[in-house]
């Protein structure tokens, strides 16, 4: 039990369309971050919140952006899907000894 | 910049056999490694990590220990079960003004056959 839970778990949208994930941490993850895991690949870091502010950013364009809320939950929201946007997103958020745990992920299917 | 390189898979043993999966990073400063597991169509399970150098992480049995002189950490179990079957994924902690963030390799799959 990693106190990570995302939703929803699969989703399928259309290109062009705009999506928005949800994950729900534990208190004392006080940081949340977000990760892009194409099929095959290892996870890519999108960006971090702490204490609902975006603090760190990883090589993603301006139409991915999020929100973290006072109760540790947060969304990740993506506009103008594109074909390759196609993955399993992960939200993960930091726990004691800097450990960060992960969500079981939301699967978006871009068609 | 940091990175992380791991061996390429599929690696593919019998139960009961000896594991090693091999982790190498490139870092500056002190980072914490980790390895994580995913099972098929599942998310991320932390499986071990180690926060300084010499240090070694254990869980289920599965071992690996932080090599600051050859930067590696690799992954070790005596003797694989079915169940050990899934991706595993080597990490390190990188540290950039207020980002902590994860860097990953790219997987290595294991498939275990009875």
């Known amino acids: 039990e990693t106190g990570v839970t995302q939703s929803p778990t699969h989703l399928i949208k259309t290109r062009g369309q705009q999506v928005t994930l949800r994950c729900s941490s534990q208190s004392g993850h006080n940081t949340v971050s977000w990760y892009q895991q194409a099929l095959g690949q290892g996870p890519q870091f999108i960006f971090q919140y702490y204490r609902e502010e975006e603090n760190g950013r990883g090589n993603f364009p301006p139409r991915f952006s999020g929100l973290q809320f006072p109760n540790y939950s947060s969304e990740l929201n993506v506009n103008a899907l594109e074909l390759d946007d196609s993955a399993l997103y992960l939200c993960?958020?930091?726990?004691?000894?800097?450990?960060?745990?992960f969500g079981e992920g939301s699967w978006l299917t871009v068609v | 910049g940091n990175s992380v390189t791991q061996m390429e898979g599929p690696v593919t043993l019998s139960e009961e056999a000896f594991l090693t999966i091999n982790c190498t990073y490139t870092a500056t400063g002190y980072p914490s490694l980790f390895w994580y597991v995913q099972y098929p169509g599942e998310g991320l399970q932390l499986l071990l990590k180690?926060?300084?150098?010499?240090d070694k992480g254990s869980n289920k049995g599965f071992e690996a220990t932080y090599r600051k002189e050859t930067t590696s950490f690799h992954l070790e179990k005596g003797s694989v079960q079915v169940s050990d079957s899934a991706v595993y994924f080597c990490a390190l902690s990188s540290y950039g003004g207020a980002t902590n963030k994860l860097i990953f390799g790219t997987g290595t799959l294991l498939a275990v056959q009875p």
């Open positions: 180690a926060t300084k150098a010499d």
């Open positions: 993960a958020g930091r726990g004691s000894g800097n450990t960060i745990y």
